[in-house]
């Protein structure tokens, strides 16, 4: 039996139970404090929210396993809109620096690059930051919400150019323009990070981007994902890859733990 606690997530637990549940518990709330529950568009919008915020605690948590076995420290952090900052702002000086003065030079062509950031992104800590994503959030409360909601403060100007390991975007369900919204995201992170190749003369530094869904995959969504990054058609040295390396549908809690740990034996 799967349940959903303020204080508790289960392994077994589903996400369709749990959103459900939710859902169910704001209409009851809305009822007695407005009389009348929230429109079907709001909770539309809600649920992606309430998903991603669940899998951003699944992440942190897989994040800290690792680390106990692993010298190599690592977070799992959840980014803000784009608005409130740019993922490329955990950046450091010296690669802050970089980015910048690419980005001055498309200015001045009048070209602005405008993207949403990754819901989770994987970075390297160092020694300074190894306590950083060491204790594991106790089920989901307001506390653990807050804290995996607002972790990117802590790194904020502190990552090094080659700290970025991977990004993950997490969506509830994939409507045909989510798609391809995943494919322009990756696409354009992969080109930032061929930008700091470029200019930090590090022919390893590579990333990847991933995605979490909580329906299934089609075949035309897979068609879709197929895309190609567009840095690496551009030029004849690079081997074509894909913008998103590996999207994985997952119903449950262990569904996101397996795929996780996955993802991390390859950093």
């Known amino acids: 039996m799967c349940y959903f606690s303020q204080y508790e997530l289960n392994d077994n637990c589903k996400f369709t139970e749990m959103l459900t549940g939710i859902q169910k518990r704001v209409e009851r709330s809305s009822g007695v404090l407005f009389g009348r529950k929230p429109s079907d568009q709001a909770f539309r919008n809600l649920i992606g929210s ?26 799992i952090i959840n980014l803000p809109n784009a608005a409130t900052m740019q993922f490329w702002q955990l950046y450091d000086g010296e690669a802050l620096t ?60 502190k990552c090094s150019y080659n700290a970025l390991k991977f990004g993950i975007a997490v969506k509830s369900a994939l409507r045909p323009d989510r798609r391809y919204q995943i494919v322009y995201e990756g696409s354009l992170l992969k080109a930032i990070i061929s930008h700091l190749r470029t200019r930090f003369w590090d022919p390893q530094l590579d990333t990847k981007y991933y995605g979490i869904v909580g329906s299934t995959i089609n075949k035309a969504d897979e068609i ?44």
């Open 50 to 75: 309430w998903f991603e915020t669940l899998i951003a605690i699944i992440a942190w948590n897989s994040a800290v396993r690792y680390n106990q076995s692993h010298d190599n420290k690592i977070a």
């Open 98 to 157: 970089a980015l910048d003065s690419l980005f001055d030079l498309l200015r001045k062509q009048g070209i602005n690059i405008t993207l949403s950031n990754p819901d989770l992104i994987c970075v390297n800590l160092d020694n300074s930051q190894s306590a950083f994503s060491s204790v594991a959030m106790n089920g989901v409360s307001f506390d653990t919400i807050n804290h995996v909601s607002n972790a990117y403060t802590k790194l904020r100007g």
């Open 224 to 267: 879709a994902l197929s895309n190609p990054s567009i840095d690496t058609i551009t030029d004849v040295r690079s081997s074509p890859r894909k913008a998103v390396d590996e999207l994985t549908y997952c119903a449950t809690v262990l569904d996101v733990e397996k795929t996780i740990e996955k993802w991390l034996s390859v950093i």
